[in-house]
């Protein structure tokens, strides 16, 4: 399978899936109000926490797909179906995020608590998201080398979610969120042509289609 090997592709589906252009509206709408150290520290918590899951899932992953038998071209479909999934819902329900009002002041939280959820998961780390990884890692059974580019794409995309998050503040006030929203609604229209590739590279490895 092909795009399933080539390195824009992969960081294109982990840019979409796993990257910050989902984070930042989240991190804004969470952390608006609180100081920049509890930002700070909210960001690189969750950004440890993300690195940590997608680094084991993809660790594992060989292992998980040699033991349960999962061929790549169910792998594949599976992303791709869940990736389409995914886009379409969001380009169905587009709407602009609602900052959170929270008393008492986020400040006084445990920056941790947000760190994991939602921050880590789901925001950075989805459900769809995992499956691409597990998809990828498939797919590059027994080739170090594409297995190891798959993991320095995944901390490149986690590297980007870090710089994002504590970015926020002048990303809002120079850009705005409504810019940064639009481009994440042509970014999903452009993950549902990129499901579909999944779904035509695992019809074309079974020989359904030449």
Do not use: C
């Not at 700070?40 to 993809?58: N, P």
């Not at 400040?107 to 989805?126: F, G, N, Q, R």
């Not at 481009?183 to 020989?207: K, S």
């Amino acid at each position: 399978m092909d795009n399933m090997e080539n390195i824009p592709y992969i960081f294109t589906i982990f840019f979409l899936t796993l990257g910050p252009l989902k984070t930042i509206p989240m991190f804004d709408r969470l952390t608006h109000a609180a100081s920049s150290t509890y930002r700070l520290r909210a960001a690189g918590l969750a950004t440890l926490l993300s690195s940590i899951i997608v680094l084991m899932l993809a660790g594992v992953g060989r292992n998980i797909i040699t033991n349960w038998k999962v061929s790549p071209s169910a792998l594949a479909m599976t992303a791709g179906i869940l990736l389409l999934t995914s886009a379409l819902k969001l380009l169905s329900n587009f709407s602009l995020p609602k900052r959170i009002q929270e008393q008492p002041p986020m400040s006084a939280k445990d920056p941790a608590e947000l760190a994991i959820s939602p921050l880590a998961i789901p925001t950075i780390v989805t459900p769809y998201g995992l499956v691409a990884i597990l998809a990828f890692m498939g797919n590059a059974q027994g080739r170090l080398g594409l297995e190891l580019s798959i993991v320095a794409l995944l901390l490149l995309i986690m590297g980007l979610n870090l710089v994002g998050m504590l970015m926020t503040p002048l990303i809002v006030r120079w850009i705005g969120l409504i810019p940064l929203l639009v481009v994440g609604w042509v970014f999903a229209a452009m993950q549902a042509a990129l499901a579909l590739e999944f779904i035509i590279a695992a019809f074309r490895y079974l020989n359904v289609i030449p």
